[in-house]
């Protein structure tokens, strides 16, 4: 089977950096994604890690161990609108396409 | 970006009617189309993943005889939800991913069900 975990709620202060972890168990592995989720939206996709290492986009950054089958997500000096449902999602079994997403992170930013 | 609409945003049906959500990529063609079900709170969970021109692949455990997909253009996916019954109400988002083979996938805005 698969699976991913990942913590239910964090959350920051306006100017903070927070970390996301995101541990994952599954047959076939392709690669990690990060998706974003407004209260109602659509996800948008943030950041996508194939290879260990740290991936960097602006203030937000990914990493991958494959080794350890764990990622996370870093989001550098919070904004309020930062405040959203983060999602991991793995690239597993059944193909690159298909995702498997994790259970979800709320993060609340407050003044 | 590339963009993926859906209609309609959110419905309300009766129970025992049947509700179709379609989905489209605006500005790309999409071999590849995926539908999801998401209930409040938690996460995305995918029901199957549609393929133009041939049968969706489903899921275990989401029954094909309910929900209904076609995908019948690049463009064109549609989703529909047979003999609707209260516990089908959440939120559909599909998505996509174009034939440029890029990492992402693009997800539409959603469609939020009811049944009464």
């Not at chain 1, 350890?68 to 690239?91: N, P, W």
């Not at chain 2, 419905?11 to 998401?38: H, N, P």
């Amino acid at each position: 089977g698969q699976s991913l975990e990942q913590p239910s709620e964090v959350t920051a202060v306006e100017g903070a950096i927070v970390q996301i972890n995101c541990t994952y168990q599954t047959s076939g592995f392709y690669g990690l994604s990060w998706y974003q989720q407004h209260d109602g939206g659509a996800p948008t996709f943030l950041s996508y890690n194939a290879l260990d290492g740290l991936e960097e986009t602006g203030r937000f950054s990914s990493f991958l161990s494959r080794s350890d089958s764990y990622g996370y997500l870093l989001l550098q000096e919070l904004q309020m609108k930062d405040s959203a449902s983060y999602f991991c999602a793995v690239h597993g079994s059944g193909g690159y396409n298909k995702l498997i997403f994790g259970a979800g992170t709320r993060l609340a930013v407050h003044p | 970006g590339a963009v993926v609409s859906q209609h309609p945003s959110w419905v309300i049906c009766k129970s025992g009617t049947s509700v179709k959500i379609e989905c489209r990529s605006l500005d790309f063609q999409a071999t590849t189309m995926f539908w999801y079900r998401q209930f409040p709170k938690q996460s995305l969970m995918l029901m199957a993943t549609s393929n133009e021109g041939s049968k969706a692949t489903y899921e275990q455990g989401v029954e094909k005889d309910k929900f209904l997909i076609n995908h019948a253009s690049l463009t064109l996916s549609t989703l529909t939800v047979t003999s609707a019954h209260p516990e089908d109400s959440s939120f559909y988002i599909c998505s996509a991913r174009d034939l440029a083979g890029v990492r992402e996938q693009y997800f539409g805005p959603g469609t939020r069900l009811t049944v009464t």
